[in-house]
């Protein structure tokens, strides 16, 4: 079982980025998966959450409008879209994949892990 993330960078103020999280092991259709980062010197903080199955989503206030989280089950992908970027999202993000079709935003949740892929904002 493996999830990886891919598709971080550095990118200026303003700009997108989209990030893609590829299952292998495990079919995303029973799972849900969400996006964490975390920014040195401070916690883990959940992003973006979607339940593969009925599409429910949802969002940290800090990205809400901003950043848009979606699947392609038959690529077995989950995807964050990041658009309107600022040094504040600055981070390594990971995402995760826990087996329930009703995930939220808490990290202690999840219990299957990518590797994470930084994503640098500059000002």
């Known amino acids: 079982v493996q999830l990886q993330a891919s598709g971080g960078g550095l990118v200026q103020a303003g700009g997108s980025l989209r990030l893609s999280c590829a299952a292998s092991g495990i079919s995303l259709d029973y799972y849900g998966i969400g996006w964490f980062r975390q920014a040195p010197g401070k916690e883990r903080e959940g992003v973006a959450w979607?339940?593969?199955?009925?599409?429910?989503?949802d969002y940290a206030n800090s990205v809400k409008g901003r950043f848009t989280i979606s699947s392609d089950v038959a690529k077995n992908t989950v995807f964050l879209q990041m658009n309107s970027l600022s040094p504040e999202d600055t981070a390594v993000y990971y995402c995760?994949?826990?087996?329930?079709?009703?995930?939220?935003?808490?990290?202690?949740?999840?219990?299957?892990w990518g590797q994470g892929t930084l994503v640098t904002v500059s000002s």
């Open positions: 979607i339940s593969t199955d009925d599409g429910r989503r």
């Open positions: 995760a994949a826990v087996r329930s079709y009703y995930p939220s935003l808490g990290a202690h949740e999840y219990d299957i």
